[in-house]
């Protein structure tokens, strides 16, 4: 199957890397449609490389900071 699209596309565990966190978050968020995927087939997916990139750079107001996240102390 070709997939043809002017996107720059990753994987999961790389879209992981750069938003500083787990690979079962991504894919919550792909199911979820916060980021845009394609499925390949049942067990692999590509997202969109720059928009992962756009939502790393959000800031987060809830939960654990990210890893690798630098912390304010008072």
Do not use: Y
Request: glycine residues 6%; charged residues 30%; contains cysteine.
């Amino acid at each position: 199957m070709s997939l043809k699209t002017d996107r720059t596309l990753c994987t999961a565990k790389e879209a992981a890397k750069i938003f500083g966190c787990t690979v079962c978050r991504i894919r919550q968020l792909a199911q979820a449609g916060e980021i845009w995927s394609f499925h390949l087939n049942a067990s692999f997916a590509v997202l969109d490389l720059d928009e992962i990139t756009k939502k790393a750079k959000e800031p987060v107001t809830r939960g654990r900071p990210r890893s690798g996240a630098k912390l304010k102390r008072a």
